[in-house]
């Protein structure tokens, strides 16, 4: 069983953008951090409400470049912008076997570290997109919970060594409803995340997890288009990101 988790942005700062999703958009930040020798540091997002839970935006900003450099080189050669998206499971031992006999080659397997192991499907395989399949003891977690237990520890957020400053949650409270990908052959992108991602098709090149929502539509390339938000808020682009108001 696969959980749609979140939805990536690559930066090369990500104060800024912390700042609008959280102190502009109400969003309630969850945690962050770097693991040692990733190359990154890391803040999510959650943009939804307990009783009307969203989607995560987790922000990824290079860190410790000279043990890990991806993330440096993505940002280099193309900016800011989405980067990846992750989904959760239970049984990821489980997972790289059923990928497997789907004809779909994982990479980066790495199942070492019982705390986060990880594998990816390259975006040639997955339709121009980074998707990422992880496992973490806590397993599948409900984002509405997840949202109560960090509000309920205050607005006042620091995350790892007040790399970003605190951040004081305000404004309108704004809900992430799904991520549009573009494909040129918008059918067969469908298929590909509802039989390999266990998605549910739900019509109109819409595909639906617990945890969150993908939207489908045509267009020449590939990849992520824009996020879409219910809110009172002006669309726009943020961290090389299509923000999307409704």
């Not at 969850?30 to 693991?35: A, E, K, R, T, W």
């Not at 790289?96 to 975006?123: C, D, T, Y």
């Not at 509802?194 to 549910?200: F, I």
Request: glycine share 14%; net charge negative; aromatic share 6%.
């Amino acid at each position: 069983m696969l959980q749609l988790d979140h939805v990536a942005i690559g930066l090369a700062d990500a104060a800024p953008v912390a700042k609008v999703l959280a102190g502009q958009f109400g969003g309630t930040v969850l945690g962050g951090g770097s693991p040692p020798g990733a190359g990154f540091r890391a803040m999510q997002v959650h943009m939804g409400e307990p009783d009307a839970p969203g989607m995560t935006v987790e922000l990824l900003e290079p860190y410790a470049s000279e043990a890990n450099d991806f993330l440096q080189r993505f940002v280099e050669r193309h900016g800011d912008g989405p980067h990846h998206l992750t989904f959760k499971t239970d049984d990821i031992v489980g997972e790289l076997e059923r990928l497997r006999s789907l004809a779909v080659e994982p990479v980066g397997v790495k199942f070492s570290n019982v705390q986060w192991q990880e594998m990816f499907i390259h975006p040639k395989a997955a339709h121009g997109v980074v998707v990422q399949i992880a496992q973490t003891p806590e397993g599948l977690t409900d984002p509405s919970v997840l949202v109560s237990a960090r509000r309920a520890k205050g607005h006042m957020i620091f995350v790892g060594d007040d790399w970003w400053g605190s951040i004081d949650r305000g404004g309108a409270s704004a809900r992430l409803r799904r991520v549009v990908l573009g494909s040129p052959t918008p059918e067969k992108t469908v298929e590909f995340y509802c039989t390999v991602l266990q998605g549910e098709d739900s019509g109109g090149g819409r595909i639906l997890w617990t945890g969150g929502e993908l939207a489908v539509v045509e267009r020449a390339d590939l990849g992520v288009v824009r996020l879409e938000l219910d809110g009172d808020h002006d669309s726009g682009v943020i961290g090389g990101t299509q923000f999307r108001f409704a």
